[in-house]
Nanobody, 120 residues
Framework: QVQLVESGGGLVQPGGSLRLSCVAS????????MGWYRQVAGKQREIVAQ???????WYESDVTGRFTISRDNAKNTVSLQSDSLKPEDSAVYYC??????????????WGQGTQVTVSS
């Protein structure tokens, strides 16, 4: 089992920055993909960014160039540096670990979420 705890959310003005952090406890494998999702009330949860253990990253198009995801394999942490924030970035942000098991089985672990509000 994996437990995830996020921190760093809050209220920020448009154009501002926030850094979200997530600490994972339990066994994190090198094959696990760590990432961040976000969800607005009444809408589906959407992926924001992912990072592999070798440092390879992927970003959703709306955040490319503004957000930076990083991972510390020794500390089992993943962070999301969010710059040039826009009101439409407001959402609950969730830390995620995606594990692919033998046989094509996918397992997802989730944190409890942290609110990010971008408003003047």
């Amino acid at each position: 089992q994996v437990q995830l705890v996020e921190s760093g959310g809050g209220l920020v003005q448009p154009g501002g920055s926030l850094r979200l952090s997530c600490v994972a406890s339990g066994n994190i494998f090198s094959s696990d993909v760590m990432g961040w999702y976000r969800q607005v009330a009444g809408k589906q949860r959407e992926i924001v960014a992912q990072v592999y253990s070798d440092g390879t990253t992927w970003y959703e198009s709306d955040v490319t160039g503004r957000f930076t995801i990083s991972r510390d394999n020794a500390k089992n942490t993943v962070s999301l540096q969010s710059d040039s924030l826009k009101p439409e970035d407001s959402a609950v942000y969730y830390c995620n670990v995606w594990r692919r098991l033998d046989g094509g089985i996918n397992v997802n672990f989730w944190g409890q979420g942290t609110q990010v509000t971008v408003s003047s």
